[in-house]
């Protein structure tokens, strides 16, 4: 209700080839109070001129846009307003997809089969800030498999490294330093590691990590 920062509506652009969905989706964004739609795109090339235009704070993109990748479109949205939070719809419920998003810089993982009153739910919690994966996802066997065994999960030699860095208790930024990646690469492999692990903060997944034997408990100076 009225917590969100300024009160003013957080303005979404919607980026998917599917109009019906779309014109759906703007019209539910527009009915609420805490919303507004920025408009819609239905090519990658539209939603990075619509992004950097009309600088939204919340993008929903389609994974599949036609030929384009939603993953590779995102990529180039978080490039033109790396503030804005990327919310990936998609018919997949493979929790590959859900790493493969969190890598791209996305924020949410919504199936495109759930309900509008749960695309709004979620819309509205990632605002807060962190890594979110619709409840319908998966259904139970596989979320408690993508959140709840981390040893399955496996992490990448990449997100490891990450990883013992975060132990370190560097912040996102200087671990992209140290490993020559950029940002928001950096913050794509945070993302990946929180969805792993089954956590939703730096602290939880260091500690969880630590728990488990993945880094160590960092004494050394």
Known sequence: MGEHRDSSPTRVLIVDD????AELL??????????????????????VELTA????????MDISLGRESGLDVTRRVRDAAPSAIVVIV????????????????AS??????????????????????????SASTFGDAGRSQATD??????????????????????????????LGISVNTCRGYVKAIHLKLGVRSKL????????????????DG
């Open 18 to 21: 599917h109009r019906t969905f």
């Open 26 to 47: 703007a019209f539910a964004l527009g009915s609420q109070p805490d919303f507004d739609c920025a408009g819609c795109a239905a090519t990658g090339s539209a939603a």
């Open 53 to 60: 235009r009309e600088r939204p704070d919340m993008v929903v």
């Open 90 to 105: 998609s018919a997949h419920r493979d929790p590959d997809w859900v790493v493969r998003a969190a890598q791209a810089g």
């Open 108 to 133: 949410a993982f919504v199936p495109k089969s759930g309900s509008l009153e749960e695309m709004l739910t979620v819309l509205r919690e990632v605002r807060q800030g962190s890594m979110l994966v």
């Open 149 to 178: 065994e981390p040893g399955a999960a496996g992490l990448t030699a990449r997100e490891s490294e990450v990883l013992g860095l975060m132990g370190k208790g560097l912040a996102p930024a200087a671990i992209a330093r140290l």
């Open 204 to 219: 939880e997944a260091v500690v969880k990590a630590q728990r488990l034997g993945l880094v160590e408990t960092g004494t």
